[in-house]
């Protein structure tokens, strides 16, 4: 199984919440289809396929806000220093 590209997320990040192509989104997404496959696509492929890309992506990619980022530094650095001491003991 192929993971996503640098490339891929960078496209998907770059693009408004509407999730409507554009010619250059569509354009975008073939060359970036071409580098990671080697094979060229038509402009219809590549719609269904970056559609389908930004519907995925939608559904499980959510940002986290500052608030959450802080309290899971706060919980990694209280489990680091618990086995910090437990490794002292």
Do not use: C
């Not at 997404?29 to 970056?50: C, L, M, P, R």
Request: aromatic content about 6%; charged content about 30%.
């Amino acid at each position: 199984m192929n993971t996503l590209s640098h490339s891929f997320l960078r496209w998907v990040v770059a693009k408004p919440e509407d999730n409507m192509l554009t010619n250059n989104d569509i354009t975008k997404f073939q060359a970036i289809y071409k580098e990671e496959f080697g094979t060229n696509i038509s402009k219809e492929e590549a719609v269904e396929h970056g559609l389908k890309l930004l519907s995925l992506m939608s559904q499980v990619y959510k940002p986290m806000t500052l608030k959450e980022s802080v309290k899971i530094d706060l919980h990694r650095n209280s489990k680091k220093q618990d086995l910090i001491n437990r490794l002292q003991r």
